[in-house]
């Protein structure tokens, strides 16, 4: 017992290893393929943040002092083909400076040299008298000086671009506005970058700043981070919508802020933390950059160019606000694509990033967010590999729903409450990752186990047995367990006399027609065949899967093998007549028990087989042996009758079997439950009760007398036990017994 233990414990451990196994290496899978295939995870988040601002675009809040002058399709037709005069620019800028405008910021690269007019050209060739004359001809006759006159002096920031291409890093580009650092210099952690394309020096040197343009999109060209500053060749330069911020605020310089490992000020700095411009503070991400939290686009923030040059036009509207100017005509290419847009115009990106910042509206991606997602997907994880081997895997994969479900639930609650972006989809992919692998492990388990199952006793049980213990095989203790059990024991009688009369082919085939139906029979009433010995059959009730029903189970069998002799007799008889040979009708016998066994696989270790051992197995053995000598096919113990008392049970007598001291009674079965009800059976019951009466009283002529009355009402299958009745008690009268004599039959043979 101890050793079976000991093995059973050693093959727990084994399964679980296994499973455990599986499951870690799944999840260092997921582990392995977030790094590996850092671009991928990165572009799965993205899709989520990215339908988190369409589901949550940031409202628009027509109060936030920004405008955008919009160089449209109808402002082109109406001034003219791109790109306008310096003149038309200078126009613009003079209007807005009278509507009071805070500042002027031109998403717009003046990198080239304005293409004089016909006028100007005219200009420049006419003969001055003046040199105010000569002065103002001068503006006329180049463009780029009169746009030079309109914003010198005024609040206009001027964009620039830099590019990768080293050619164009020579020039060096001063930025209008000063920088200082609290922690160390963070060129290093900027994006870096070669070249710059930058206003003619006529207006660069006119304007009251200069921003870059550039945004820096992500693989897969959508903007979603905008860096604030950059590196130019060891030179800081701000972005438009920075230099903006600056100029409107009347600010000279930039506070950045670095910070260390350690969340201190001081130290070999790691991140970019915050921008301050003004009394404007901007939290960056650790490069410099900023989430962009998108709004819809709202036409009550724009107004066309046109517009600003018509006479008379109401420009009330831009008093006090900072007026972003470029262009959305089709052609013109300054398109962004955004979460909200695939076809933004760069000036409304530059503008919303600008509403952002006043606005106070935070959306970052924390440092924290991985590990925490790195965490969440762990637990997740585990608590679905530690649920998958005791709940149902339909029940764990709803738990499993409903966790991510709550996970998405906190990743929308903390972007919609507190800008926070934390990526719901890569932990629940993992966990899901690894409960496919664990159902695959567990899947393989079961499979296996299945295959053992039916293996070891697709020969002894029925289908829908096996299937039950494939389905539950927690229910199957094996290597010998005890356990109540009905065995039924059949055998052919006279099968040696029989068997001279066949071939060794017929005598197979002969067999196998009676053990085939039989088999069929025991199996259908959730029997388990033991084995076969020869022409006999042991079979038993109640194992390896509890039956609670096991005796009723097993009389009926007794009972379907009774009909199904009776058929096959009337089969074997039509083909011996037909053939000319003689007929031999077969009879069996069954003996019924029921009592605690062992049962479990018996044998040795190269081979064994489930089988049921105990002096319960020997008696019904000996009671199938008894059923000759009694005169029916059935005989029972009272244990088995107890069991199934609805049937039509006779008493036989109290046996004393061979090396046993106590009496048993014994029972033949006479019929089916319809029987055990009709009259017939009651009148029977009765004549049998006082012929066991009178037998047990020594009144042995007159029981002898009821035995042969009842002949004529007994079914033919237990006719017998009255002849048998008849010759015992006739034997018995004619002896004179002693005053210890008690009523009962010893069965000293099988």
Partial sequence: MLLRAIGKRLRKLRKWRSYVLIVALAYALTLAFGTLLAPFRTNLENLVFDQYQRWKPRPYEFEQPVRIVDIDDASIERIGRWPWPRETMASIVNTLAKANAVAVGFDVLFSEKDQPSEDQKACAQATVHSADQAERCQERADGDVAFAHAISGLPVVLGTFFTATPSAAKTKLVPKGGFSFVGETPNSLLTHLNGALAPIPVLADAASGLGFLNWLPDDDRVVRTVPLLLDINGQIQPSLAMETLRVAQGASSYVVKSTDAYGASSGKSTTVEAIKVGDVVVPTQGGGELRVWFAKTDPRRTIPAWKVLEPGADLSDLAGKLVFIGPSATGLSDIVATPLDPSTPGVQAHAQLVEQILSGVTLERPDWAPGAELVAGAAFSLVLAALLPFVPIVWT??????????????????????????????PSLSAGFVFLAGVGQLYGEKRQQVNEIRSAFGRYVSPAVVARLAEHPEHLQLGGQQRDLTLMFCDIRSFTTLSEGFTAVELSTFLNEYLSPMTDIILKELGTVDKYM????????????????????????????????????????????????????????????????????????????????????????????????????????????????????????????????????????????????????????????????????????????????????????????????????????????????????ALDEK
């Avoid at 994969?397 to 609650?413: P, R």
């Avoid at 044998?603 to 051992?613: E, T, V």
């Fill in 397 to 426: 994969a709803v738990l499993g729903l409903i966790a991510a479900t709550v996970l998405c639930y906190v990743s929308w609650d903390a972007f919609v409450q507190h800008g926070v972006l934390f990526d719901p989809v890569i």
């Fill in 534 to 745: 020869g022409d006999a059959i042991m079979s038993f009730w109640n194992a390896p899967l509890d039956d609670p029903a096991h005796g009723v189970h097993a009389v009926r069998s007794a009972l379907a093998m009774r009909e199904m002799l009776t058929e096959l007799n009337a089969g074997w008889k039509e083909k011996a007549e037909k053939a000319g040979r003689p007929v031999h009708a077969v009879k069996f016998g069954i003996g019924l028990n029921t009592g605690e066994c062992s049962v479990g696989n018996m044998g040795s270790i190269q081979r064994f087989d489930y089988s049921a051992l105990g002096d319960e197995v020997n008696i019904a053995s000996r009671l199938e042996g008894s059923s000759k000598q009694f005169g029916v096919d059935i005989v029972a113990s009272a244990a088995t009758r107890n069991e199934a008392p609805q049937f039509a049970w006779l008493e036989i007598d109290h046996v004393r079997l061979k090396n046993k001291t106590r009496t048993v009674a014994v029972y033949t079965l006479a019929g089916g439950e319809d029987y055990a009800g009709s009259e017939e059976f009651q009148h029977l019951s009765a004549l049998h009760e006082d012929i066991l009466k009178a037998y047990r009283a020594r009144r042995f002529a007159a029981a002898k007398q009821m035995a042969g009355d009842a002949v004529h009402l007994a079914p033919a299958n237990i006719r017998g036990l009255y002849h048998y009745y008849q010759k015992r008690f006739e034997e018995l009268g004619e002896h004179e017994l002693p005053e210890t004599w008690a009523p009962m039959i």
